[in-house]
């Protein structure tokens, strides 16, 4: 009986053990449920900076690229073949002047020839003055019959002769004169040495291309053009060209291509650019040309961010929480950024303060 009881006892205060515990670890959960949930409730506070968009009268622009080439080309070349260059004054990158001596040919065999022609003149000048000579006599007693008609008439033919040979006599002396005047190759006008074929003893013929100058140094931008843009443009309008090294040059359209290729649909555009910048023919540059100005909605480049590949503001509501918004990006000037997108008057969240 004492055995049983005792088992009893032993039951009972086992549950009663279970019991407690179970209620101390509800009451253990319970307040740590209390106690978090002041934290979860705590509202995060961020300070941020607001702009607003602000309308702004931007110049219109055209986006396009092309070509720098030479202004107009002068290729340099002698007017006469057959001699020997003697002399190269100049080389590639020269700035040469109008009238500057480039190339001298070697005028030896010339100079003889001179010499022979003048001699020739000399000796049809006293054919000429003889038969002038004769027929002046001839003519005074032509009346009293001393010579015949058909004899006189022979002193006037011979005279007019005369005459004939000297002039053609004359004609070749200023012929080899010129060729003289064409062993000294000049430039016709100012301009930059952008090529030399020329080799010193080499004899050249007639129109062989012994330099190429840039004219006046002036470079040009030549950029391509779509039909749209072909009708927005109009010389005078103002150009800003971005160069391979990044520098950037400012010129004027000078020129809009009245036509487009039949092979490309596209039209060029001659845009010149200024004296001593650094554009170099034969570069490629990007550039835009300015068409007037237009209204267009700005915003800080701070307050456009920039994920995935896309645009983002983050707009402020009455209650001044922040929501982002897709925005559609377009020029640049300054600090501040084309945008599309963002109502007038939005407040805009500009950065963190």
């Known amino acids: 009986m004492n055995i049983s009881k005792n088992r009893t006892l032993f039951w009972i205060s086992a549950a009663a053990v279970v019991v407690l515990l179970a209620a101390g670890a509800v009451a253990w959960s319970e307040r740590d449920v209390s106690a978090a949930e002041p934290l979860a409730k705590a509202p995060s506070v961020l300070t941020v900076s607001v702009t607003t968009p602000k309308t702004e009268n ?50 030896d065999s010339l100079q003889a020839d001179l010499r022979k022609q003048q001699a020739a003149v000399e000796r049809a000048r006293a054919t000429l003055e003889q038969a002038y000579s004769n027929l002046r006599r001839a003519e005074t007693v032509e009346d009293s019959g001393a010579l015949s008609e058909q004899k006189v008439n022979d002193y006037r033919i011979s005279e007019a002769t005369a005459r004939a040979d000297l002039a053609s006599a004359q004609a070749e002396l200023e012929s080899i004169q010129l060729k003289l005047r064409h062993t000294r190759i000049v430039a016709v006008d100012d301009g930059v040495v952008s090529s030399k074929t020329a080799v010193l003893g080499n004899v050249v013929s007639a129109g062989t291309e012994l330099f190429r100058l840039v004219r006046q140094g002036r470079i040009e931008w030549r950029p391509e053009l779509d039909a749209r843009q072909q009708a927005a443009l109009a010389a005078g309008q103002r150009a800003r060209v971005e160069l391979p090294n990044g520098e950037q040059v400012e010129g004027t359209v000078r020129l809009v291509g009245p036509i487009l290729s039949t092979s490309t649909g596209r039209a060029t555009a001659y845009v010149s650019l200024p004296l001593g910048s650094p554009a170099r023919a034969g570069m490629f540059a990007n550039g835009a040309i300015e068409l007037g100005t237009q209204p267009v909605l700005t915003l800080p480049q701070t307050a456009v961010t920039l994920r995935d590949g896309r645009a983002y503001v983050y707009l402020l509501n009455a209650e001044d929480q922040a929501t982002s918004r897709p925005v559609t990006t377009g020029r640049r000037q300054g600090l501040r950024v084309e945008v599309d997108g963002v109502p ?10």
């Open 344 to 353: 007038p008057g939005a407040r805009v969240v500009l950065g963190q303060r």
């Open 58 to 107: 931007w110049p219109a622009i055209v986006q396009t690229s092309g070509p720098l080439a030479a202004w107009q080309e002068i290729i340099v070349s002698p007017e006469t073949g057959g001699l020997r260059i003697a002399e190269l004054l100049v080389d590639v990158g020269a700035r040469v002047q109008r009238g500057q001596l480039l190339v001298r040919l070697a005028d």
